[in-house]
């Protein structure tokens, strides 16, 4: 152990949180780092894995006026960070229900109004963690498109950054949900086959086998598991025409 | 085939789709090929309007930007707006490195981490001034389709106002005469022909358009015009609201004169129909 750490002497970097310096490892992630300070996360933290959007942070360097932003368990620490923590941004707004949702580009704006006053400063758009162009999304709702807005939205992972930076307060990730459920229900067509499926699972057609796998002991059941992956039959029982 | 990178701005396709549809055809049988921008913002006209201040050029000068590289990757050097408003914004938009360049240093600012802000190479126009460039053209296609039908030219302010970013003399417009006359119309002049509507008042105060607007209308009535057309249309809007005006976009009438009826909606048909027994 101790040759090991000697051989490959660990590199220590400073960074700064709560007004407070910290000697941290280089190489850690931001979350791992304040872990390792010390910090345990009980709020903004999810799946340490980029997706979830819990773990929104800004930080800065000294001497450079650039707000800087990440998600906590994706970015990288680096020596002289002043970092803050975003675990919650608040966006308080109750989407309507499916039945409620209209297809008119006014629609959007009624209920979030804030979106007219954008003025294309882009500011959202640098501080998307993901990447998108929230910006571009807005604009393409000021003009009526809908499902670009819906697209270019697709993987947002409703962090809040963007919000928080927006000098026209716009709620991006509740409109984006709005929008995204009003192409969903209006603008894509349904799926057939999937509509026949749902037709046939509640007219009771695979009631009958169902109980019957249910019924039966787990070894019973992995054997048919393993069958089925192995050649790709399934026991007559299940195969319901 | 020359290519003219397009524009389009949030009300044409959000509110006047049917201009969009008209005015594209007519550039198509002119010989252009017309190129829809691949990323485009507001122009900044709206907000603009709200308060006097250097972040209305911003979204200008960002669409500029990018307008420029697609512009180089085409071979194209013009983009054209159908809208005024987007004409006038991205027109003042595009002189701001010619002017006082602590106001484009201020805008060019707020680009500079995204990319190279525009510094000139790409002239602004108004779908009339090509119109009016390729007169000739215009008359040709139309064949005098219009004959003796007297036509009111209706210019509003955008398109004339400031001075520096006006398409023709903004004390005595002349362009869109020129082009009636190229359809074989009359066109008729009357005092108001370039008084403002009342423009985006519409929304804080619209007393001040219906004011204004029937100011413009009994002026026109006086000059035995059959029907009006503007190339604003937000001018297009507060007249139909206010005034009882036969009232086109240019462009329709145009897209009518050169014979490209299929691009023109059924109002637009019923209110020209009119014409075609006279003709």
């Given at each position: 152990?101790?040759?090991?750490?000697?051989?490959?002497?660990?590199?220590?970097?400073?960074?700064?949180?709560?007004?407070?310096?910290?000697?941290?490892?280089?190489?850690?992630?931001?979350?791992?780092?304040?872990?390792?300070?010390?910090?345990?996360?009980?709020?903004?933290?999810?799946c340490?894995g980029?997706f979830?959007?819990?773990?929104?942070?800004?930080?800065?360097?000294?001497?450079?006026?650039?707000?800087?932003?990440?998600?906590?368990?994706?970015?990288?620490?680096?020596?002289?960070?002043?970092?803050?923590?975003?675990?919650?941004?608040?966006?308080?707004?109750?989407?309507?229900?499916?039945?409620?949702?209209?297809?008119?580009?006014?629609?959007?704006?009624?209920?979030?109004?804030?979106?007219?006053?954008?003025?294309?400063?882009?500011?959202?758009?640098?501080?998307?963690?993901?990447?998108?162009?929230?910006?571009?999304?807005?604009?393409?709702?000021?003009?009526?498109?809908?499902?670009?807005?819906?697209?270019?939205?697709?993987?947002?992972?409703?962090?809040?950054?963007?919000?928080?930076?927006?000098?026209?307060?716009?709620?991006?990730?509740?409109?984006?949900?709005?929008?995204?459920?009003?192409?969903?229900?209006?603008?894509?067509?349904?799926a057939k086959s999937v509509e026949t499926r749902v037709r046939e699972i509640e007219s009771g057609k695979y009631n009958k086998a169902f109980e019957t796998l249910l019924s039966m002991p787990m070894s019973e059941v992995r054997k048919i598991y393993e069958e089925f992956m192995k050649t790709g039959r399934l026991p007559e029982f299940l195969e319901v025409k | 085939?020359?290519?003219?990178?397009?524009?389009?701005?949030?009300?044409?396709?959000?509110?006047?789709?049917?201009?969009?549809?008209?005015?594209?055809?007519?550039?198509?049988?002119?010989?252009?090929?017309?190129?829809?921008?691949?990323?485009?913002?507001?122009?900044?006209?709206?907000?603009?309007?709200?308060?006097?201040?250097?972040?209305?050029?911003?979204?200008?000068?960002?669409?500029?930007?990018?307008?420029?590289?697609?512009?180089?990757?085409?071979?194209?050097?013009?983009?054209?707006?159908?809208?005024?408003?987007?004409?006038?914004?991205?027109?003042?938009?595009?002189?701001?490195?010619?002017?006082?360049?602590?106001?484009?240093?201020?805008?060019?600012?707020?680009?500079?981490?995204?990319?190279?802000?525009?510094?000139?190479?790409?002239?602004?126009?108004?779908?009339?001034?090509?119109?009016?460039?390729?007169?000739?053209?215009?008359?040709?296609?139309?064949?005098?389709?219009?004959?003796?039908?007297?036509?009111?030219?209706?210019?509003?302010?955008?398109?004339?106002?400031?001075?520096?970013?006006?398409?023709?003399?903004?004390?005595?417009?002349?362009?869109?005469?020129?082009?009636?006359?190229?359809?074989?119309?009359?066109?008729?002049?009357?005092?108001?022909?370039?008084?403002?509507?009342?423009?985006?008042?519409?929304?804080?105060?619209?007393?001040?358009?219906?004011?204004?607007?029937?100011?413009?209308?009994?002026?026109?009535?006086?000059?035995?015009?059959?029907?009006?057309?503007?190339?604003?249309?937000?001018?297009?809007?507060?007249?139909?609201?206010?005034?009882?005006?036969?009232?086109?976009?240019?462009?329709?009438?145009?897209?009518?004169?050169?014979?490209?009826?299929?691009?023109?909606?059924?109002?637009?048909?019923?209110?020209?129909?009119?014409?075609?027994?006279?003709?």
């Amino acid at each position: 152990m101790t040759s090991s750490s000697e051989a490959h002497p660990r590199e220590y970097i400073t960074i700064y949180f709560n007004g407070e310096a910290y000697k941290v490892p280089k190489g850690l992630t931001i979350m791992k780092a304040l872990e390792y300070a010390g910090f345990r996360f009980t709020r903004g933290s999810g799946c340490r894995g980029g997706f979830c959007g819990a773990c929104p942070v800004i930080y800065r360097f000294p001497g450079d006026y650039k707000v800087r932003v990440g998600l906590a368990c994706q970015t990288a620490v680096e020596d002289g960070m002043f970092i803050s923590l975003i675990p919650y941004v608040p966006l308080v707004e109750r989407i309507p229900k499916r039945e409620e949702l209209k297809p008119e580009p006014g629609y959007v704006v009624k209920l979030f109004p804030e979106i007219s006053r954008c003025v294309s400063c882009n500011s959202c758009s640098k501080a998307c963690p993901q990447g998108l162009k929230p910006m571009d999304a807005i604009q393409a709702i000021l003009r009526g498109d809908l499902k670009k807005a819906a697209e270019l939205t697709f993987e947002c992972i409703a962090c809040g950054l963007c919000s928080l930076r927006c000098p026209a307060e716009i709620r991006h990730h509740a409109v984006f949900r709005l929008v995204g459920r009003v192409v969903g229900v209006h603008y894509i067509s349904r799926a057939k086959s999937v509509e026949t499926r749902v037709r046939e699972i509640e007219s009771g057609k695979y009631n009958k086998a169902f109980e019957t796998l249910l019924s039966m002991p787990m070894s019973e059941v992995r054997k048919i598991y393993e069958e089925f992956m192995k050649t790709g039959r399934l026991p007559e029982f299940l195969e319901v025409k | 085939m020359q290519v003219l990178l397009y524009y389009p701005g949030c009300s044409i396709k959000r509110d006047f789709p049917e201009v969009e549809k008209a005015s594209l055809a007519v550039l198509a049988a002119l010989g252009y090929k017309v190129v829809e921008l691949r990323d485009w913002y507001c122009c900044g006209g709206f907000p603009g309007t709200l308060a006097w201040d250097h972040i209305k050029y911003v979204s200008a000068l960002r669409t500029l930007s990018m307008a420029y590289q697609q512009a180089r990757e085409l071979g194209a050097s013009t983009i054209v707006t159908l809208c005024a408003f987007c004409y006038n914004t991205l027109k003042q938009a595009s002189q701001l490195h010619e002017g006082s360049l602590e106001m484009y240093k201020r805008v060019a600012d707020y680009l500079r981490d995204e990319f190279e802000p525009y510094r000139g190479g790409l002239r602004v126009a108004h779908f009339i001034e090509i119109l009016y460039e390729r007169v000739k053209e215009v008359a040709k296609l139309a064949e005098g389709r219009l004959k003796k039908i007297k036509v009111a030219a209706y210019y509003g302010c955008v398109l004339l106002r400031p001075k520096a970013v006006a398409v023709d003399n903004p004390d005595n417009p002349r362009i869109i005469e020129e082009i009636i006359k190229a359809l074989g119309a009359e066109p008729v002049t009357y005092p108001y022909r370039t008084y403002c509507c009342g423009s985006f008042q519409i929304l804080a105060e619209p007393s001040i358009v219906k004011r204004n607007v029937e100011k413009i209308a009994a002026s026109i009535a006086g000059s035995g015009a059959e029907i009006v057309v503007t190339p604003c249309q937000l001018c297009l809007y507060n007249l139909r609201k206010y005034s009882n005006l036969k009232i086109l976009d240019l462009s329709e009438l145009v897209a009518y004169a050169m014979n490209l009826q299929e691009s023109l909606s059924p109002e637009v048909l019923r209110a020209v129909r009119t014409f075609e027994s006279k003709t």
